[in-house]
């Protein structure tokens, strides 16, 4: 095997007096991923044992596992009642007994033995999903872990990688993938066409296996570039027969296939708007054409103006989603669900939490985030995202009284996927905690950003104490470092165009992407208060007030929401400027502390992982001391202001 197990890898268990591991399950679970389960962990905990299926032979000597269908219980909930020689766990369906079997697992692989507890779950978030954004030839938009498992060369590959792959993401909690890249580029007609059938087949029913739904994104404009048709006009009954076709194909031969999620009208890829028709008409269009298989789709609201004047200071890019979607509130069958980013931009370290979450009563919602680094480091910096994600789906929107926060208004989330074919997965070991706990916390949002990351390092590295106290600092700490070494105050972008690594400052500041930090000899930041854009207001009073003010704005988002000169005074007592220059330091005196604690652990870490991750600390004290002085130094030029602490800067 080239590739990790990551989490999935146990250890022997401490008591090694049970020789024999008798499963007891009724004839429809036999064949079951449940039972497989058991059946790797076993080889792996009691590599003495023999499994069995007699229960007659239980004794001293032996461990009974028993499972069970009950119908009572709800299709991804389940039941445990564990002792130190019997549990018993029972599922809404074999996906439920499947997650207990993790849970199971899971609690003792922790302890290390057999012990009592009993449990009983159902995910928090219904949807629970990633989004590859894979390419046929095996190349993946923004991947920073090898290249695609999914796609090599133009064709579709299942292989031994792919079972893992399924077991990974259901032992996290992921009940839902897209396996191509949303820049739909020449896949569709493979997609939607035969040429994948059979291998596109086999895929959906390994996934099933594991209770995660298969999507696909289709090209909107397919009608024309598969079909041949003139149009891709979402009104047009040929193109609606089309895509009614195409679905009964396809849907019929798939029956695990859950719908689509579809980028239109946005950077340069085809939508509605090309005909005059507007978003709804066009999910709605799709969702007819799913709706007999019960299928989905997701839209997503990444629309925006790509060519913008930098001149043009009434343009608001982070007013464009709400601007483009609000009015179709209602508008949208019951069948489609709207992708929201995170945020009004673009996967920034900091953003506001979009204002989408609070302004579409009357439509399904889900929220998207990237465990692609993207913007966050590419996966050579350590940044636990985590933390962010739980903060965003804790956030009240104020627009619905009670329950408004935004991860109980979502009827799922997505996350942009950080995987690829390299050993790891995740092109640096640390990056996994991301993918393990994104889906951690979705199938149980009670538990805290700390609490995962605890779970993963136990499970990753053992029960070292020191291992342990140290990659949780990083972990908990990294995302602070990231932000107060890059960009100050939720000014976002500053980083090199087009690959996103690196500081730039004015990278993007004069080109056609909206994403302007407007910084002068005077002042910084983008004015978007009532005066301004007016992109606060598209917020509940309660939080337009809060943003829209330069007194009341939190410190983290200023520079987002209003434009300051450098002297203007923070919350925190500091000015503007003697920010920016202190978390600059600061932030780059803790990458270095992080890459010390590394090396503190050498002979604790197996060679290899020890050497990949030290690997990435090198290069992310390197980059971070570029930030840092490119940041200030562009700061200190502009303004004309020294540190107060007299600090050099370059
Ligand atoms: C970002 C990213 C693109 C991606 C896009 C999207 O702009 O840089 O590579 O296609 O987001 O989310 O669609």
Redesign the pocket.
Known sequence: MDFSKLWLGYKQLEDCSKKRLIISCEHDLKDSAAVDELKNAAADMMPEAIVLWRSELFDDASYLIVLTVKPELSREEYDIAASDNITEICGGSDIGVLYGVYAFLRRTALEGRFVSFTEHHIPSQPLRMLNH?DNSDGSI??GYSGNSFFFRDGELVVDQRTVMYARLMASAGINATVIN???VRGLAKHLLSESYADTLTELSELLRRYGIKLFICPDFAAPITVGGLESADPLDVNVINWWTQCCSRLFSSLPNLAGFLV?AD??G?PGPFAYGRDHADGANMLAKAVKPYGGTIIW?C?VYNCTQDWRDEKTDRARSAYDCFKPLDGKFDDNVILQV?NGPM??QVREPVSPLFGAMDKTNLMA?F?LAQ?YTGQQKHVVYLVPMIKEILAHKTHCKGENDEVGKIVCGVAA?ANTGDDHCWTGTELAAANLYGYGRLLFDESLSAEQIAEEWIALTFGDDKEVHDKVLEILMESHKAYEDYTVPLGLGWMCKPNN?YGPDPWGYEFDRWGTYNRADRDAVGVERGPEGTGYSTQYSKELADLYGSVENCPDELLLFFHRVPYTHKLHSGKTVIQHIYDTHFEGFEKAEHFAALWDSLESKVDEKTFANVKERFNEQVRCAKEWRDIINCFFHRLSGIDDEKGRKIY
Request: proline letters at 0%.
């Open positions: 954004w938009e923004r890249n949303v820049n980028k946005s950077e890829q997503r990444f980013k673009d996967f998207e990237q993207e942009v996103h």
